[in-house]
C-alpha cells in the first residue's frame, strides 16, 4: 500500500510518499532528501529530515498503527519547534 502526504512549509513544496516495500521518501521542491526502511516507526523519532536554509530544519515524525501510518512534520529553528503539519489532527494556524 502507497501514500502520499503534501503540503507546504515556509514556501517550499513538501512531498513525502510512504509504502511497504520501498519505505518512506522525503521530496522537498521535487527533489528527493532523505529515506529511510524502518519497518515500524514511533511518532517520538524523527525518521526524515532535511535541512531548508534559512526556514530551519524540517522533521518528519510517522505515526504507525495496526492498520495505516500517519505523518507529523516539524520545523525547527534554533531550540524552537513547530508543529508545521499533520495527516492525523487539525493544527491551529
Known amino acids: 500500500m502507497r501514500k502520499t502526504f503534501e503540503f507546504e512549509v515556509k514556501g517550499h513544496n513538501v512531498k513525502i510518499t510512504n509504502s ?4 518512506a521518501k522525503l521530496y ?4 528527493l532528501k ?7 516507526a514511533r511518532g517520538d523519532v524523527a525518521l ?3 535541512n ?3 526556514a530551519g530544519f524540517l ?3 510517522p505515526l504507525s498503527t ?12 534554533g531550540n524552537n519547534s513547530e508543529h ?3 495527516s492525523h489532527k487539525q493544527l491551529n494556524q
Open 20 to 23: 511497504w516495500f520501498s519505505g
Open 52 to 54: 531548508l536554509g534559512e
Open 84 to 86: 508545521v503539519y499533520s
Open 28 to 31: 522537498v521542491n521535487g527533489d
Open 66 to 77: 495496526p492498520f495505516t501510518v500517519e505523518m507529523d512534520a516539524y520545523l525547527v529553528v
Open 34 to 40: 532523505d529515506t529511510d526502511k524502518t519497518r515500524v
Open 48 to 50: 526524515l529530515a532535511t
Open 59 to 61: 522533521q518528519i515524525k
